[in-house]
C-alpha cells in the first residue's frame, strides 16, 4: 500500500491538537469506493512496558471471512497515552504494518474512534487519510456523545449525538452483549460503516477482522527473536 507521511510523530500535544483539527477538513464521510472484496482489521498491543508498539493487520475475504493476509510492524513508543491522542500513539507503527501486507483491503476495521472523536479526528480517520482506504472505526468504549437505549436484538442500533450532531451510532452486534460504537473514518458513511460491521461480525460481539488482529496484535510472540525490541518489524 502507498503510505503518506505528512508530518511528524514526536510531538507535543499542542501539536498534535493542530493536527487533527487542519487534517480532518480532508476527511470523507461518503461512500467512496468500488467492489469491496477485501477487509482488514487493524490492531495494536503493546510489549516491554509500553516502550514498544506492536500493530497488527489482518486481511479477510469478505464473503466467508477467511485470511488471506497478515502482517505485524513493532516501533518504539514515542507519545505518551492521552485520550483522545490514540492515533500519535498507535498510527506509526499500523502504518508499517499496512505496507508489508501483499493482500491490499479494499475497507479497514480499526479498534478504536473514527469521528466519534472531540475534533472529530480519531484513529480511523488519520489511518484512512493517510494511507487513502476506505476506514470504519470500531470502538469498544464510548468517547463522547450520547445515545438512546438500544433493543437487545442483533443489529439493533442507535445515533450517537455530540454537540448537537450525528458522530456515530451505538451498534449491538450480539444479544445481550454491550454494543460497540461505529463511526466513519474516512470515504465511508455512517449507514454502510453499520453494514459492513455487521456483515464481518458473525457469533461473536467483534467483527471477525478484529479478531483476528487483536490475536497478532496481543498474543503471545511466536518466538524469542521475534519478540526482540531491536527488532521492530515483522511478517508473520
Not at 13 to 35: G, H, M, P, W
Amino acid at each position: 500500500m502507498h503510505i503518506s507521511q505528512p508530518h511528524e510523530w514526536v510531538l507535543t500535544a499542542e501539536e498534535a491538537i493542530a493536527i487533527q483539527q487542519s487534517l480532518r477538513k480532508e476527511i470523507v464521510t461518503t461512500d467512496n469506493f468500488d467492489t469491496i472484496r477485501h477487509v482488514a482489521g487493524v490492531d495494536v498491543g503493546f510489549e516491554a512496558d509500553g516502550t514498544v508498539t506492536r500493530a497488527a493487520v489482518a486481511v479477510l475475504n469478505l464473503d466467508d471471512l477467511q485470511l488471506q493476509d497478515r502482517a505485524i510492524a513493532r516501533r518504539p513508543t514515542t507519545f505518551p497515552y492521552i485520550p483522545g491522542f490514540l492515533s500519535f500513539r498507535e498510527v506509526p507503527a499500523v502504518l508499517d504494518a499496512l505496507a508489508k501486507i501483499t493482500v491490499i483491503p479494499d475497507l479497514l476495521l480499526c479498534d478504536g474512534q473514527g469521528i466519534a472523536h472531540p475534533r472529530r479526528f480519531g484513529i480511523a480517520c488519520h489511518i484512512g487519510l493517510l494511507a487513502n482506504v476506505p476506514t470504519i472505526g470500531v470502538a469498544k468504549s464510548l468517547l463522547v456523545g450520547k445515545h438512546a437505549d438500544l433493543g437487545d436484538d442483533r443489529g439493533s442500533w442507535q445515533p450517537l449525538i455530540h454537540k448537537g450532531e450525528t458522530i456515530g451510532a451505538a451498534l449491538r452486534t450480539r444479544p445481550g452483549t454491550k454494543p460497540l460504537y461505529i463511526s466513519p473514518g474516512h470515504r465511508v458513511s455512517l449507514e454502510t460503516a453499520i453494514a459492513y460491521v455487521m456483515r464481518c461480525t458473525t457469533k461473536y460481539r467483534l467483527p471477525e477482522t478484529t479478531r483476528h488482529a487483536h490475536k497478532l496484535a496481543s498474543g503471545p510472540a511466536i518466538d524469542q527473536q521475534e519478540a526482540a525490541p531491536e527488532q521492530m518489524s515483522l511478517d508473520l
